[in-house]
């Protein structure tokens, strides 16, 4: 039976924000980008976390059209920027002028609340605590699973080579480290020093750490390094089935 810690999706509103940035540009710096003049033409920019790219890709148009049935003759653009969730929220913090954040940990969005970014009590703002949905950590695996890795304890064997984002910027980073963390106290009834030493075993086996999950899932997937990535269930359902069919396989450890 697999126990599931979710991974938050979390989702808030800025007050005082106007878009005047370069969505592509990762660093946060303003430059001048559309703004709403005259209440018919919006421009919006929605900074999230590094994964969701593809997702916004399907749901902005169908958002806008929505939009625009319940406006007629406004016109609508929304502009995407991402990278790792905690980057991002910094870089909203220093300036980054984002209407939207979207970002997975609710962590990040408190930092923009202690800003005065984000109204208090934006969690009761909207459904489920402002998290739309929730996913959990698997391992993403080549064909056959050829090291025939099954558990996080297989992460820490000689010769395996682990693919994940940064914990220290990114929440999908985070959330493997505290899955390991957690797979860890389990196994081993509560003991921290040799939860510590697994942890440290599977970190020491990580030749990279990515600076967002679909960086991540690039360096595994398309330069071809490591032998298993460690990801949301999400992203890698995305490889799996659309990004490189047949190629990958999911592996779901017992405890997440």
Not at 46 to 54: E, I, K, L, Q, T
Not at 93 to 110: E, K, P
Not at 190 to 196: A, K, R, S, V
Not at 233 to 241: F, G, I, P, Q, R
Request: glycine share 8%.
């Amino acid at each position: 039976m697999k126990t599931y810690s979710p991974a938050l999706y979390t989702a808030a509103l800025l007050t005082a924000c106007s878009p005047s940035v370069n969505p592509d540009n990762p660093s946060g710096q303003n430059i001048p980008a559309n703004t709403e003049s005259n209440g018919k033409t919006i421009a919006l920019l929605n900074a999230s976390y590094d994964v969701a790219r593809d997702f916004y890709k399907e749901y902005n148009p169908l958002f806008i059209k929505e939009y625009q049935s319940k406006h007629p003759g406004t016109s609508v653009s929304i502009q995407q920027s991402h990278g790792g969730s905690s980057k991002q929220a910094l870089s909203v913090a220093n300036g980054l002028q984002a209407d939207v954040v979207t970002m997975n940990q609710s962590s990040d969005i408190d930092l923009l609340e202690k800003k005065g970014l984000v109204q208090k009590g934006w969690k009761q703002a909207l459904p489920d605590h402002a998290a739309p949905y929730t996913s959990t950590m698997v391992f993403l695996v080549r064909k056959s699973n050829p090291k025939q890795i099954h558990d996080w304890n297989d992460l820490a064997k000689n010769g395996v080579k682990i693919v994940i984002a940064n914990p220290k910027t990114t929440g999908n980073g985070r959330y493997a480290f505290l899955g390991a963390y957690g797979y860890g106290l389990k196994a081993t009834n509560g003991n921290e020093q040799e939860t510590q030493k697994l942890v440290a075993a599977i970190l020491k086996n990580t030749p990279v750490f990515e600076n967002g999950g679909r960086a991540a899932t690039t360096t595994f997937t398309q330069r071809n390094i490591g032998d298993v990535l460690i990801t949301f269930e999400n992203e890698a359902n995305y490889v799996s089935k659309k990004l490189t069919k047949e190629q990958f396989e999911i592996v779901y450890p017992s405890y997440t």
